[in-house]
């Protein structure tokens, strides 16, 4: 239910509405718009008393919300939601470009790739430090120590940092070194590490999970915010489909689709969709042409010799190439880049 208060309503009837509800069991969740301010009330609609709230003073209106999806989508907030990540903003003007390799493999070849890619325009820094594999022989990461080196090279670059979290154990550790946390697409409804990544109040990238509809992928970002966690980045990375041609088929209906029902950001990660770092270039531009926020693109020194997802991987010079062709693209949309 949103609770809309009357535009002259005081700070003293917001506080006695909040109160109320959270007395009959609600979470609350004011907006303070520019004109009003809403509350959203999140609980179990058959203890609402609406006529004892709807008389309260400085409530004007009551309005259900409809879909499952309270605090994502739109019907609560319509103004665009931007995460902010030290001092760069996801979900305003900028295309904001995330870059690096798909795991972190040793300090040298990390802080060069990360100097390459800050170098080329990228903003946030991305490696893989717990890696979810399909093969439990192939490489899964350097942990800690791969934390460790990426925290190495937020320091030498200035560049924010973006990691994966694949078990609840580790959402403390990893919330310590990263300044965005990763759902990676197979833990999208891994409920429980939601709800510790909700608790941590650090921004995560969400990615949709391989066969989520839009409304699961949803439903899994309100399991975060339910815990009082906001700065939700949305990433389409491609999703299962009967094509075989590429690793995974690109939606990128889902940016207008998603923008329409959720104020969240969201960027697309061209390289898991197409499998191969020749379609990179094109799905990029598609993303912000449909409207992308952002991208979140793998690129390793020498792909040729990665230990995880070297044949998606582009090399720096070609990531550099790609952010020049990408930013009349850009600015057609009106956006920045
Ligand atoms: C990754 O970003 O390296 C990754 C494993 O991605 P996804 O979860 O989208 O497969
Ligand atoms: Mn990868």
């Not at 939601?81 to 040298?108: K, L």
């Not at 990691?163 to 990763?182: C, F, G, H, M, P």
């Not at 921004?203 to 999970?209: A, D, E, I, Y």
Request: glycine share 8%.
């Amino acid at each position: 239910m949103i609770i809309v208060m009357s535009k002259d309503a005081t700070r003293e009837q917001i506080d006695n509405v909040e109160k109320k509800l959270s007395d009959l069991g609600f979470r609350t969740h004011p907006i303070f718009g520019e004109i009003k301010t809403v509350i959203g009330a999140i609980g179990d609609k058959r203890l609402l008393n609406t006529h004892a709230i709807s008389s309260m003073p400085g409530v004007e209106s009551l309005v259900p919300i409809m879909k499952p999806f309270k605090l994502a989508g739109r019907e609560l907030k319509q103004v665009p939601t931007i995460v902010e990540v030290g001092d760069v903003r996801i979900g305003g003007d900028e295309v904001v470009v995330m870059a690096g390799p798909c795991a972190i493999e040793n300090e040298e070849s990390f802080i060069g790739v990360a100097e390459s890619v800050k170098a080329a325009g990228a903003k946030i820094l991305r490696g893989g430090a717990f890696k979810p594999r399909t093969s439990p022989y192939a490489f899964q990461g350097l942990e800690e120590d791969g934390l460790k080196i990426m925290a190495a090279a937020r320091e030498a670059t200035g560049l924010k940092i973006v990691t994966e979290v694949v078990d609840t154990r580790d959402v403390d550790l990893i919330a310590s070194y990263a300044d965005i946390i990763q759902i990676g697409a197979r833990n999208m409804q891994n409920f429980r590490l939601l709800k510790e990544v909700g608790a941590t109040q650090k921004p995560v990238l969400l990615k949709r999970g391989l066969a989520a509809t839009i409304e699961e992928w949803l439903m899994a970002a309100e399991y975060i915010m339910a815990e009082g966690n906001s700065g939700i980045i949305l990433c389409e990375r491609g999703i299962r489909t009967y094509e075989t041609a590429t690793r995974n088929t690109i939606d990128l209906s889902a940016i207008p689709v998603t923008k329409e029902l959720s104020h969240l950001p969201i960027v697309v990660d061209p390289s898991h969709a197409a499998g191969t770092w020749k379609y990179v270039s094109a799905l990029s531009r598609g993303a912000i042409a449909t409207g992308a926020d952002g991208l979140i693109i793998e690129v390793h020194h020498d792909p040729g010799a990665a230990l995880c997802d070297g044949p998606q991987s582009l090399r720096p010079s070609k990531f550099s190439q790609l952010i020049k062709e990408l930013q009349p693209v850009a600015e057609a949309v009106g956006r920045i880049l």
